[in-house]
């Protein structure tokens, strides 16, 4: 089983800013979380970060045929991009959207999703366990299709 964890921009700054609204760990402590999770559960990961729309468009479109499932934390574009949600739709393979911050809680536009409406599921406010428990959905969603 192979998943493709997907970042947006500015993903690769968490711990440097904000930690009351994203906690204190790195980037590269998310990174270092998901192989450990990978690893633990028998599936094969790769973990991709942009600040790029076109770049993470290019991405799920690479994905078709070699993934089985898309974690995606499309970061700001959530609020904004129906190209991502365009090419979420174009590959058609399972992906759970995730927010590290309870999206639900902050301002009116962050409560907008159009990467969302190409997701089986949406986990958000979790932290980076919210990641975690993406990749078991999927997982149990993909052993039982
Ligand atoms: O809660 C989430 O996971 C978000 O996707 C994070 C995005 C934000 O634009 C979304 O509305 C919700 C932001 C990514 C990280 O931004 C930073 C800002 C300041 C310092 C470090 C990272």
Redesign the pocket.
């Given at each position: 089983m192979k998943i493709l964890v997907i970042n947006?921009?500015?993903?690769n700054?968490?711990?440097?800013?904000?930690p009351d609204?994203?906690g204190k760990n790195t980037f590269a402590d998310l990174l270092a979380l998901l192989d450990r999770v990978a690893a633990e559960e028998n599936i094969q990961i790769e973990q991709y970060q942009s600040n790029h729309e076109g770049c993470l468009v290019d991405k799920i479109q690479e994905a078709y045929g070699r993934f089985d499932g898309i974690v995606i934390?499309?970061?700001?574009y959530?609020?904004t991009s129906v190209a991502i949600l365009d090419a979420l739709k174009a590959v058609s393979i399972p992906a759970v959207e995730?927010?590290?911050?309870?999206?639900d809680s902050?301002e009116a536009f962050?409560q907008i999703s159009y990467a969302g409406l190409a997701c089986k599921k949406t986990i958000?406010g979790l932290g980076f366990d919210g990641y975690r428990q993406a990749i078991l959905y999927l997982k149990d969603f993909l052993q039982n299709k």
């Open positions: 947006g921009p500015n993903i700054m968490l711990g440097i800013r904000e609204v994203y934390n499309p970061a700001a959530t609020h995730v927010h590290i911050s309870d999206v902050r962050r958000k």
